[in-house]
Nanobody
Framework: QVQLVESGGGLVQPGGSLRLSCAAS????????IGWFRQAPGKEREGVSCITITDGSTYYADSMKGRFTISRDNAKNTVYLQMNSLKPEDTAAYYCATQIALDGDSCLAPYNYDYWGQGTQVTVSS
């Protein structure tokens, strides 16, 4: 059974950093694409970053480029999202998701995923 568990969220001041973790079980990461998504109250879920299966290519939404970094540790079956220079508009619930056979920047689209974690809240505020 595919299971994803996010952790690492919390309250951080503007300009601060957080590292989110997505621990996977029931499957091995090296066969799946993994994405990070976020949803703020009253807004649609949006793609943040993703990493694909074929060559480990990474993709980022424009507003996250240069600030966020996605990485994968296959030995730990865990994907990370390092978030730096956080802004109040980054406040949202962050989710990881996984799907087999996703490639290219289609991994940034939430509707391409069947398996989701429960989310972790990130609040950026002074």
């Amino acid at each position: 059974q595919v299971q994803l568990v996010e952790s690492g969220g919390g309250l951080v001041q503007p300009g601060g950093s957080l590292r989110l973790s997505c621990a996977a079980s029931g499957f091995t990461l090296d066969n799946y694409a993994i994405g990070w998504f976020r949803q703020a109250p009253g807004k649609e879920r949006e793609g943040v970053s993703c990493i694909t299966i074929t060559d480990g290519s990474t993709y980022y939404a424009d507003s996250m480029k240069g600030r966020f970094t996605i990485s994968r540790d296959n030995a730990k079956n865990t994907v990370y999202l390092q978030m730096n220079s956080l802004k109040p508009e980054d406040t949202a619930a962050y989710y990881c998701a996984t799907q087999i056979a996703l490639d290219g920047d289609s991994c940034l689209a939430p509707y391409n995923y069947d398996y989701w974690g429960q989310g972790t809240q990130v609040t950026v505020s002074s």
